[in-house]
C-alpha cells in the first residue's frame, strides 16, 4: 500500500510563511487533502483538491502539488495555526484504501 | 447543524469485541460514504475503513481485515464499526468522517468529523 511521508516538526516566526510538504507515489494520481489537529481535538479539513479551502478557513492556507509533492502553505502564520497537520489521499495501488501521511507539527514562534 | 457523534468507547479485554456507533446529523446520510479513523495515544491518524453511501462496497485496512466490519443503517442515519479479536495495538481514539466525494471520484476529503470515541483494549 502507499505511504506519505512529512517532515515530523517545523516551527514558523509569527506572521512569516512556512510551507509543509508531503511526499507519495499516491500523489502523482489524487490530489492530497490536508487536516489540522490541536491537542485533544477532532481532524479539522483546511484544504482539499487543487487548493480549496472550506468554508471558514482562513485564505492564508493555500495548498499545491507537483509530481509526487504536495504542500501545505500558511502565509503570515498565527499562533492559533500551531497545531499538527496531516496529509491524506486515496492509496494509488487500486484496493479503495486511504492513506494518510506521517503528520508535521507546526510551533509558532 | 452537520453533526457526527460517536459512541461505544470504553475498555474491554484483548480478544473481546465492541461496537462503535456514529449517530449522523444535519445533512442526507445516504447520500454520502462514510469512514472510521484511529488515533493510538501519541501517535498520528490512521484510517481504518470505509462503506458506500449504500453499503454496497466496504474496505479495510489490511491490520483490520477479518476483524472488524463496518456497517450502515440508513434509516437510522448511523455508522457502525463492529469489532472482534481486539488486540493492544488497536487501543486508540476511533473517530467517523463523512467522504465529501463519491467513491470513484479523483478527489477526496474527509470534511466532516465527529468527537471521536476512546477504545482501550488492556487486561
Known amino acids: 500500500s502507499s505511504e506519505l511521508t512529512q517532515d515530523p516538526a517545523v516551527s514558523v516566526a509569527l506572521g512569516q510563511t512556512v510551507r509543509i510538504t508531503c511526499q507519495g507515489d499516491?500523489?502523482?494520481?489524487?490530489?492530497a487533502s490536508w487536516y489540522q489537529q490541536k491537542p485533544g481535538q477532532a481532524p479539522v479539513l483546511v484544504i482539499y483538491?487543487?487548493?480549496n479551502r472550506p468554508s471558514g478557513i482562513p485564505d492564508r492556507f493555500s495548498g499545491s502539488s507537483s509530481g509526487n509533492t504536495a504542500s501545505l502553505t500558511i502565509t503570515g502564520a498565527q499562533a492559533e495555526d500551531e497545531a499538527d497537520y496531516y496529509c491524506?489521499?486515496?492509496?494509488?495501488?487500486?484496493?479503495?484504501?486511504?492513506?494518510f501521511g506521517t503528520g508535521t507539527k507546526v510551533t509558532v514562534l | 447543524q452537520v453533526q457526527l457523534v460517536e459512541s461505544g468507547g470504553g475498555v474491554v479485554q484483548p480478544g473481546r469485541s465492541l461496537r462503535l456507533s456514529c449517530a449522523a446529523s444535519?445533512?442526507?446520510?445516504?447520500?454520502?460514504?462514510m469512514h472510521w479513523v484511529r488515533q493510538a495515544p501519541g501517535k498520528g491518524l490512521e484510517w481504518v475503513a470505509v462503506?458506500?453511501?449504500?453499503?454496497?462496497?466496504?474496505y479495510y485496512e489490511d491490520s483490520v481485515k477479518g476483524r472488524f466490519t463496518i456497517s450502515r443503517d440508513n434509516s437510522k442515519n448511523t455508522l457502525y464499526l463492529q469489532m472482534k479479536s481486539l488486540r493492544a495495538e488497536d487501543t486508540a481514539v476511533y473517530y467517523c468522517?463523512?467522504?465529501?466525494?463519491?467513491?470513484?471520484?479523483?478527489?477526496?476529503?474527509?470534511?466532516?468529523w465527529g468527537q471521536g470515541t476512546m477504545v482501550t483494549v488492556s487486561s
Open positions: 468522517a463523512r467522504d465529501l466525494y463519491g467513491p470513484l471520484d479523483q478527489l477526496h476529503a474527509f470534511d466532516i
Open positions: 444535519g445533512f442526507t446520510f445516504s447520500s454520502y460514504g
Open positions: 462503506i458506500w453511501y449504500d453499503g454496497s462496497n466496504k
Open positions: 499516491s500523489l502523482r494520481s489524487y490530489y
Open positions: 491524506n489521499s486515496r492509496d494509488s495501488s487500486g484496493n479503495h484504501h486511504y492513506v
Open positions: 483538491g487543487k487548493n
